[in-house]
């Protein structure tokens, strides 16, 4: 193995590291533990989690030496600026990133190619957009006055949603009015699955605002700005995934079905009302999210040969279940809260905001943390058998524009 | 390119010829190729181990344009501007 890819593997191993090392220190600050087996015990509960995250940091790297990185490191300290600069260009202009890449192949000398490819990376930032900047600015100064506004006027109508609602329409438009800088047109390259996720995340505004309704200033601040990014993150990864990312429907679709099967058992068994139909709905709950997107990561893999379709697939099947098993588990939530003043797993809720932390922490936490993970390890031994990918800093030999 | 417009020409080439740096070399290209007045294509027989390089050379209307701009008064000195009329086009 080269030392090259050693150090990339080190490299995406560390955030990892330090994200679950801080977590660990900033608990026990706030929360100091009785004896040191409860240190141990949390230090051993935090290092499944980094040990999942480290395994697949080195799947991810893996797939990436082999599809960029190993073309990189045969590049000099010029050419690895240019080729990060040509990757920051939109789709449609990465043709004109590849054609300054192939010309610095041409130019000698050590300044010289210094020169070269840091005003080729300036002219790759300042490339003009589609359509020039107009529609840009427009658009940027339609985000900022709809992100004004929404707060006020929802938080009227909904007292707790102004906060969710000023930054899910900040973050949306922010993603949106980066989608027209990079992009000629949004692409609907899968309807159905699209369509699931926008319905999962209208249910989930439309359920939070219920449940504020009825049970006004549950909702942290904290909790309303996360909702609103992992919201406005779902949405735009559903709509406005890169085309390059989207050349195989199986991966959304497959996972489709396989977040539908994994949202709605808990739901329906909740309603059996039986102590065996409650706990094997708590176990679904706990052990459905990993395995659906292990499970559609690993078919994807199989069936598509393609590693990136792999994890397509799983990135797909958490935008989808996240949102309908947020809306549903919250509706379920409530109706049993306002039964008997219980949880989902029977223990009985301090106030009405547990409901919602509940909901949100089984969703939004528990998901990306816990189970994406498994989706990159699914993606890697569904795609154990396929082909080497091809490398995509090369341009293409294709004649263009002629 | 307008004197010699059946031949292709390099991006890296036109720098030099033109003593422009190719950070504002290549965005004029690109608005000139956006605008139908450049024809772009791939080399098609780069020798083995370097990448094909990108040609360039005018189209139709974009020689109708040069030989226009050519035979009109100078627009710099007419408008003491130090940029060429087609830099914004």
Redesign the interface.
């Known amino acids: 193995m080269s030392r090259t890819r050693r150090w990339c593997e080190i490299a995406a191993a560390t955030p990892v590291v330090v994200v679950f090392v801080t977590f660990y220190a900033l608990d026990v600050a706030k929360d100091p533990r009785e004896s040191p087996g409860q240190y141990v015990g949390l230090a051993v509960a935090l290092a499944i989690p980094a040990a999942l995250w480290l395994a697949a940091s080195w799947l991810l790297v893996r797939h990436w030496w082999q599809a960029t990185g190993a073309h990189l490191s045969t590049l000099d300290s010029p050419g690895r600026l240019l080729a990060a600069a040509v990757w920051t260009l939109p789709e449609h202009?990465r043709?004109?990133g590849?054609?300054?890449?192939?010309?610095l192949?041409?130019?000698r000398g050590r300044s010289a190619r210094w020169?070269?490819a840091?005003?080729?990376?300036?002219?790759a930032l300042?490339?003009?957009r589609s359509g020039g900047w107009p529609p840009v600015a427009l658009a940027a100064g339609m985000a900022a006055a709809a992100a004004a506004a929404a707060g006020p006027l929802v938080g009227a109508a909904v007292p707790g949603l102004g906060l969710f609602a000023a930054s899910f329409v900040g973050f949306l438009a922010a993603l949106v009015v980066l989608t027209i800088a990079r992009s000629r047109r949004v692409r609907l390259p899968v309807p159905g699955p699209t369509a699931l996720v926008i319905v999962g995340v209208a249910l989930t505004i439309a359920v939070t605002a219920v449940f504020l309704l009825r049970y006004p200033e549950s909702l942290s601040p904290n909790g309303a700005v996360y909702l609103a990014a992992v919201l406005a993150g779902c949405l735009w990864l559903a709509v406005a995934t890169p085309p390059s990312q989207t050349g195989n429907r199986l991966g959304p679709h497959l996972a489709a079905v396989a977040a539908l099967a994994c949202v709605l058992p808990p739901t329906l068994l909740n309603r059996v009302g039986s102590d065996e139909a409650d706990s094997l709905a708590l176990t679904w709950f706990i052990f459905g999210p990993p395995a659906t997107l292990f499970l559609s990561a690993f078919v994807a893999g199989a069936v598509g040969k393609s590693f990136l379709t792999s994890v397509q697939a799983g990135v797909w099947a958490a935008i989808t279940l996240s949102p309908l098993g947020y809306a549903l588990g919250l509706a379920e939530g409530m109706r049993q809260y306002a039964i008997d003043g219980t949880l989902f797993d029977g223990a009985v809720a301090a106030n009405a905001g547990v409901v919602l932390s509940a909901a949100l922490s089984g969703n939004w936490v528990i998901v990306p943390v816990l189970a994406l993970p498994f989706a990159v390890l699914g993606a890697g031994l569904g795609a154990l058998n396929a082909s080497p990918p091809v490398t995509q800093a090369?341009?293409?030999?294709?004649?263009?524009?002629? | 390119m307008a004197e010699k417009p059946a031949a292709w020409r390099?991006?890296?080439e036109l720098c030099r010829e033109l003593d422009l740096?190719?950070?504002?070399l290549?965005?004029i290209?690109?608005?000139l190729?956006?605008r139908g007045l450049l024809?772009?294509?791939?080399e098609?027989d780069?020798p083995a181990g370097?990448?094909?390089?990108?040609l360039y050379r005018l189209t139709g209307s974009g020689r109708a344009l040069a030989t226009e701009l050519a035979s009109g008064p100078r627009p710099a000195a007419a408008l003491g501007r130090s940029e060429p009329r087609w830099q914004g086009a």
Request: net charge positive.
């Open positions: 202009r043709a004109w590849g054609a300054m890449a192939a010309e192949a041409e130019v020169r070269f840091l005003s080729c990376a300036g002219a300042r490339l003009p090369q341009p293409g030999g294709a004649t263009i524009n002629s | 390099y991006g890296y740096k190719p950070g504002s290549y965005p290209l690109v608005r190729a956006d024809e772009t294509a791939w098609t780069a370097r990448p094909p390089r990108h």
